[in-house]
């Protein structure tokens, strides 16, 4: 490996400056820079729904790493401007700005976009997708003086940013296409708390509610829903998902598939590029199969494999996935995955803002939804990882220790 070599990095993301600070470690000692269209240095993304948004947290304290941690590894940011194009046979990229890059190995660590939702005055002044920053900071302009908010989508980002304009003082009201909150990732009784959650603190939330059209004249005045019925609001946030940022991959002519298609070792199937972070599809070996996603732990975890393989090492990434939600005065922390479970096991209260859900299948523990029980948490993941069997009622009654499952395990 000389000092001649280049590597560039695609994306200002939590897995791009992982995977910088790696290559130093891992010993690149070649020019490293990374490109992103955004014009802010690589920033943290869970606070933007939640401190950010709320106005508990400032710009500043949202940066992954000080400027001079940057300077330190010799890293160089070109910001603001985006690739067009990646000429694989001529290890080249194509900026927007007219300048071509030559590198020796690439990065992909282009994250994904808020899903568009095609309907009728979607493109409305005061209506909002959450992702970055500055979508964020069009989010806080408009509640600064508006009353009524109406958030299209009962995920994860839809439910935090409910909590936060809450916060702010808005009256909102949350619209959800489903019969329950989170239907496609958690189970009834998790479903059931944050329905009450959300309730108590006085969101108003539809079920069984699609959206049809955005109303008003220039700027938003209320959401048309299928039933006929319109929900009045100053302003809209739009929260169904996201798509992963896949095309400069496709077009290249890189493998892909609902994401970039990479193997253990981050590695694409070009042998000068990897990727990593929320635009992969990747394979487990833990859960052994192979899935996109949306996960910081996931990002840097897979940025230390990417940059491994560059420097020509192998690290296999197999990491046990994790995420957290927090919403008002409630930690929520998943541990694992809870695809295929046949059972869901309510350990402690489920009346009250601490228990946790264990997913069972076939007796084994696939996943765990710990409310306000960081232990449970820490304790889930080693009995997931372990292959733990067990009957539900061992998980449910709780003068069973947790800790004795695992010893005995």
């Known amino acids: 490996m000389t000092n001649d070599q280049s590597t560039v990095v695609i994306g200002g993301s939590h897995a791009a400056v992982q995977l910088v600070i790696s290559l130093r470690q891992c010993g690149w000692e070649g020019n490293i820079t990374v490109i992103s269209d955004e014009p802010h240095m690589p920033y943290q993304r869970p606070p933007l729904s939640k401190a950010y948004l709320a106005g508990d947290s400032s710009e500043d304290k949202l940066a992954l790493r000080a400027a001079g941690a940057y300077e330190k590894i010799d890293v160089t940011f070109k910001l603001g401007v985006r690739v067009t194009s990646i000429d694989t046979q001529n290890h080249q990229l194509n900026l927007d700005n007219g300048e071509t890059i030559s590198f020796n190995k690439l990065a992909l660590c282009t994250g994904a976009r808020a899903r568009p939702l095609p309907i009728p005055g979607a493109d409305l002044e005061s209506v909002h997708y959450l992702r970055t920053m500055d979508d964020v900071k069009g989010i806080q302009q408009s509640a600064a003086s508006a009353k009524t908010a109406v958030i299209i989508g009962g995920g994860y980002i839809g439910l935090e940013t ?55 004249e220039g700027s938003v005045s209320g959401v048309m829903c299928s039933d006929g019925n319109i929900v009045s609001a100053d302003m809209v946030i739009i929260g169904i998902g996201v798509i992963p940022n896949t095309e400069l991959a496709s077009e290249a002519g890189l493998n892909v598939d609902n994401g970039i298609l990479v193997n253990e070792f981050a590695q694409t199937s070009h ?23 949306e996960s910081v732990p996931n990002a840097i975890e897979q940025a230390k494999a990417a940059a491994a393989s560059i420097c020509g090492l192998k690290k296999p990434y197999a990491e046990l996935p994790w995420f957290w939600s927090d919403q008002y005065d409630v930690k929520l922390q998943i541990a694992g995955m809870n695809q295929g479970y046949t059972d869901a096991v309510v350990r402690g209260d489920k009346a009250s803002r601490s228990f946790t859900v264990f997913y069972l299948k076939d007796n084994n523990i696939l996943a765990a939804d710990c409310i306000n029980r960081p232990k449970d948490f820490m304790l889930a993941k080693k009995l997931i990882l372990q292959g733990t069997s067990t009957e539900g009622q061992s998980l449910a009654d709780e003068t ?8 005995e395990s």
């Open 162 to 216: 409910a909590a936060s304009l809450t916060k702010l003082g808005l009256s909102v009201t949350l619209l959800e296409t489903e019969s329950r909150l989170l239907q496609r990732v958690a189970s009834e009784t998790t479903s059931e708390f944050y329905l009450r959650l959300h309730q108590e603190q006085g969101v108003a939330i539809k079920l069984n509610t699609q959206a049809s059209a955005i109303e008003g």
């Open 271 to 293: 042998p000068d590029i990897v990727s990593a972070g929320d635009c992969t599809n990747h394979p487990n070996t833990i859960l052994q199969t192979t899935l996109r996603l």
């Open 400 to 407: 069973i220790e947790l800790k004795t499952l695992i010893m």
